[in-house]
């Protein structure tokens, strides 16, 4: 399988710069972020004064920032193996998570098999600060410590913890690993082993803030400037970094709809062999076979190509020797091809070498821009009297080019190992879809593993919104919600533009997610309504509209209206306050509002009406055809409509406590118990009016609402036989979601139908909202959501006493034009760890996917001192348990053991031994050193199956 392959991610850390952008922002800047490091830092870093008062010395490095920190818990690494860990593994490990991102592909759905290629430079930390702790390779074991050490464990273990199932193949070519990685995984994918792959590399050596000495003629530099192809170039400057790229087959990152930063033509690799003068010396006829070869796999003539990043150490003898070999493969073109080196702005990083300049060549093809050359004084004489094809700029320049525009990166192997890749530029950035910029509100989620780490997210997203003003939100949405992995910890925000985004980015709320939450939809009764209350649900959402559509026309005959009039359009006359009228249009609204969230993936466990709220539930849990309710809900406002005149009263108190306010009012009934101290009463409005006057006089608050009908009264007897008759015409299916009764609160379970006569019953009893709101509340972590208008269901659940995730869909009488509202309660929902269908809640809004800042690791100090303190004792074999030891004493001292050995202070008694991420290879090891210390033997089984410091006291003593 040949062809081109695509660089649809990337991430990396680099000297100056904490991301790619930072880095190319420098890079197209000409900055130079070497270091020159003070006399304090390197002392501090334990560099011998007479070493720095030696003429030699040169203070210069590129400095990784923060490489001791790293967020363990995130990859369930134990802080103690964290600690033992080669940074390079770690750094390596992050950068990968953060490429997957970039590249839109953490987010826990599978896409393939996913290869690791990736080396490191010389792992210094093992020699100064791992192997150097006393009694540390005791305790955790030999075997422990290389596999967080050894470069053989480095792709593998990159693979393990980010669970990818493709090849995982460490790559070792001193100078060239990274770029030979990139070669490596063009194959991979090209054979069909990978469907992805991730390509890297990590340099860190510790101590960081070192300088070197310089030697005359040897390879570094003497003033600590490196200046590939100047004219005063005599050497190189060591660097940090880590960066890692994430590879596609062109086609299939087309169909995916990928951001593509390059493509990849043709590479080669190959090795010096013996001709030239020593091992570690450069070899002309290598990189000319090599350069070769790498355009015969592309395909291309090497003069179209406009920008090469060459290797550029800087040395003498090296630039020579490449610019040579260049101009022997290269012809001259129309226009010089220019020449550049990232090492002049950040060092020599090593084994990430290569990758480093394959990103900056990759985001001059996706930015059209020629790179400068940082620091050029004078460029060689061969570049400026036109004996070679090549050119040196400056500054940054636009790249105009008549065809594709086209890159090339080198990288040469201390010891022979070449590698030359070559690219060329994707097809021109899609332009916004229609519903990419056209000021809808949009929901941005956003997650971690724990509320720092979102509000960390949150922060930086606001930060790179102040930078790019022109994102759309649409396209910012669309890339948190299906391109990012969810996490427990959960932050949501609706917006229709990057300055409301950034308000509320700074204000909304962290909330942890149940993993099963019980989602109860709550429908609200009437007196919820106000006009126009679908208006922008049914501009914006076609299964809205179809429905709303629907019902409205088969409603025409029977009412003798146009629905839409007072759901959509403005209702001059307030038609959508009429009871005959009420009833359908609050049906109509709630049964296509709960189909819609439905659609989008919001699947309740529950259902509860409030009164005609119950009816949008039915037809929801399948118990009803939607059009015969619809039919039968028109029917019941009729009937309530023309029951004689009467009014409802609500009360602040109990039914209980009323019996003497309501003496000799016999005509009044309790119409709803709303909450323990919040009833409803109904009946005449004489009688209404004289049980206001007694509540006045004693002092009990009470409120008139402005029905005009005594609804689930007495005085609903007519209207209630009358429904039956009807009720008993409609067909009765059992129900596939369970329901609350609004008549009891009882919970009416799956697989049965209503009682005979229930909604007759329905129409004339109490709404016992309280009752059927604790028993929804009985339902595990349950979650609420008001399906229609208003706030007063979930109001009255936050009076409940239980503290319960609530949420309004339509929480302002005058909504959202685009329904805005709705997004925000579905974020809410999210948040509280209901699942959500993204892809059909943005429909075919135009969105796609953007760049955005990638996961905000805890910044954690793991870390060995360099120079342990002198042990307190000799270690020897452990002494043997004391005579009468008791399992109180037992149990404490194994506690102490697992958290010398996890490396965590907090060790209870019932502590999970792998939930607190040991391994099995240390599980073994403790087991091992118990048995030692207490001269037992432990059925290593037993322990398996509770593996706790308890368990393990019980088995030493018993």
């Not at 987010?107 to 098999?113: A, L, Y």
């Not at 070192?210 to 590939?228: F, Q």
């Not at 319960?804 to 929902?829: H, I, M, Y």
Request: hydrophobic share 45%; net charge negative; proline share 7%.
């Amino acid at each position: 399988m040949n062809g081109d392959i695509a660089i649809v991610g990337m991430a990396g850390r680099f000297p100056g710069a904490a991301n790619v952008w930072e880095y190319w922002s420098n890079v197209v800047a000409g900055k130079i972020t070497i270091s020159e490091l003070t006399r304090g830092e390197l002392l501090a870093a334990g560099v011998p004064a007479d070493q720095l008062d030696d003429p030699a010395y040169v203070p210069a490095r590129g400095v990784l920032a923060d490489p001791d920190l790293f967020d363990a818990a995130f990859f369930g690494i134990t802080p103690r193996e964290a600690e033992t860990m080669d940074p390079q593994h770690r750094l390596l490990m992050q950068t990968a998570w953060a490429t997957l991102e970039s590249a839109g592909l953490a987010t826990g759905q599978p896409f393939g098999r996913v290869g690791v290629f990736a080396g490191a430079g010389f792992n210094y930390y093992a020699l100064n600060h791992v192997y150097a702790q006393p009694g540390l390779v005791e305790t955790q074991g030999l075997l422990s410590v290389v596999l967080g050490n050894e470069k053989d464990h480095l792709a593998a273990k990159v693979a393990y913890r980010l669970d990818l199932g493709g090849p995982a193949i460490t790559v070792q070519t001193a100078c060239s690993t990274s770029l030979v990685a990139v070669h490596l995984a063009c194959q991979s994918l090209r054979t069909g082993d990978s469907d992805v792959a991730l390509a890297g590399g990590a340099c860190v050596a510790v101590p960081q803030q070192a300088g070197y000495l310089y030697e005359t003629k040897g390879i570094m530099s003497p003033d600590g400037a490196c200046r590939p192809f100047d004219a005063s170039a005599a050497g190189t400057v060591p660097g940090n970094g880590v960066a890692v790229v994430a590879l596609k087959r062109a086609e299939d990152a087309r169909r995916d709809g990928d951001t593509v930063y390059a493509l990849i033509r043709g590479s080669a690799v190959n090795n010096d062999g013996g001709m030239k003068v020593g091992y570690t010396a450069p070899g002309i006829a290598g990189q000319v076979d090599v350069l070769t070869r790498a355009y015969a796999a592309a395909g291309i003539d090497p003069a179209t190509v406009g920008y090469l990043e060459a290797h550029g150490t800087a040395t003498e003898v090296g630039d020579a020797i490449e610019l040579s070999a260049l101009t022997e493969v290269f012809r001259r073109g129309e226009q010089p091809c220019s020449i550049g080196s990232v090492k002049a702005n950040v060092g020599h990083l090593d084994a990430a070498a290569g990758v480093t300049g394959l990103i900056k060549a990759a985001l001059a093809l996706h930015f059209r821009q020629i790179p400068p050359l940082a620091g050029l004084k004078q460029a060689r004489p061969e570049l400026l009297d036109g004996s070679t094809p090549f050119t040196v700029d400056s500054v940054a320049r636009q790249w105009d080019a008549d065809g594709p525009r086209r890159a090339a990166v080198s990288s040469f192997g201390l010891g022979g190992t070449n590698a030359h890749v070559v690219l060329q530029e994707a097809d021109g950035p899609a332009e916004p879809g229609p519903g990419a910029a056209d000021g809808h509100t949009e929901l941005i989620v956003l997650s971690g593993r724990g509320p720092e780490a979102v509000r960390e997210a949150a922060a930086q997203l606001a930060e790179h919104l102040r930078q790019r003003p022109d994102l759309a939100v649409a396209d910012v949405a669309l890339t948190s919600q299906t391109y990012r992995r969810h996490f427990p910890h959960r932050l949501a925000v609706a917006a229709h533009d990057v300055s409301s985004a950034l308000v509320r980015l700074g204000r909304a709320p962290v909330r942890e997610a149940a993993r099963r939450p019980s989602v109860v939809f709550l429908f609200p009764g009437q007196g919820a309504e106000f006009p126009a209350m679908s208006r922008g649900l049914y501009d914006r959402y076609p299964s809205f509209r179809a429905d709303l559509d629907h019902g409205a026309g088969l409603l025409a005959p029977v009412l003798g209206l146009d629905l839409r009039d007072a759901l959509v359009d403005d209702d001059p006359h307030g038609v959508v306050h009429r009871t005959d009228v009420t009833q359908p249009a609050l049906a109509l609204h709630e049964l296509a509002l709960g189909r819609l969230l439905v659609s989008w993936g919001v699947r309740p466990a529950s259902l509860v009406g409030h009164s005609i709220g119950e009816f949008a539930a039915a037809v929801l849990a399948g118990e009803l055809a939607a059009d015969d309710m619809l039919r039968l809900v028109a029917t019941r406002g009729r009937l309530m409509q023309d029951a004689p005149e009467g009014g409802m009263l609500a009360v602040l108190a109990a039914p209980a406590a009323l019996a003497e306010q309501l003496a000799g009012l016999d005509d009044l009934d309790v119409a709803a118990c709303n909450a323990p101290e919040l009833t409803v009463l109904a009946g005449p409005v004489e009688q209404l009016a004289a049980f206001r006057e007694r509540l006045d006089a004693a002092g009990v608050r009470c409120r008139a609402l402005p029905a005009r009908r005594a609804f689930h009264s007495r005085m609903m007897a007519d209207a209630a036989r009358l429904l039956a008759a009807e009720a008993d015409r409609v067909a009765q299916r059992p129900r596939t979601v369970p329901v609350v009764s609004s008549v009891d609160g009882t919970l009416l379970s799956k697989g049965l139908l209503r009682a005979d006569g229930y909604w007759a019953t329905q129409l004339r009893s109490p709404v016992r909202y309280h009752d059927a709101l604790l028993t929804a509340l009985g339902l595990p972590d349950p979650v609420l959501v008001e399906v229609g208008p208003g706030t007063a269901l979930t109001g009255l659940a936050r009076q409940s006493g239980r503290r319960v995730p609530t949420f309004a869909l339509q929480p302002r009488p005058t909504e959202r034009t685009d329904a805005g509202d709705v997004l925000a309660g579905l974020g809410g929902l999210w948040t509280a760890g209901a699942s959500v269908d993204w892809a059909s809640v943005r429909g075919g809004s135009g969105a796609r996917r953007v760049a955005l800042p990638t996961y905000p690791f805890a910044r954690t100090r793991h870390w060995l001192d360099a120079t342990p303190p002198p042990p307190a004792a000799d270690p020897q074999e452990p002494a043997p348990a004391p005579v009468g030891t008791g399992e109180d004493e037992v149990l404490k001292e194994i506690m102490e053991l697992w958290g010398r050995m996890l490396g965590s202070a907090e060790i209870g008694p019932d502590a999970n031994f792998f939930i607190l991420g040991g391994e099995s290879l240390l599980f073994i090891r403790m087991v091992t050193q118990v048995q030692r210390r207490f001269g037992v033997r432990i059925p290593v089984e037993a322990l398996s199956a509770d593996p706790t410091p308890r368990a393990l006291a019980g088995l030493v003593t018993a």
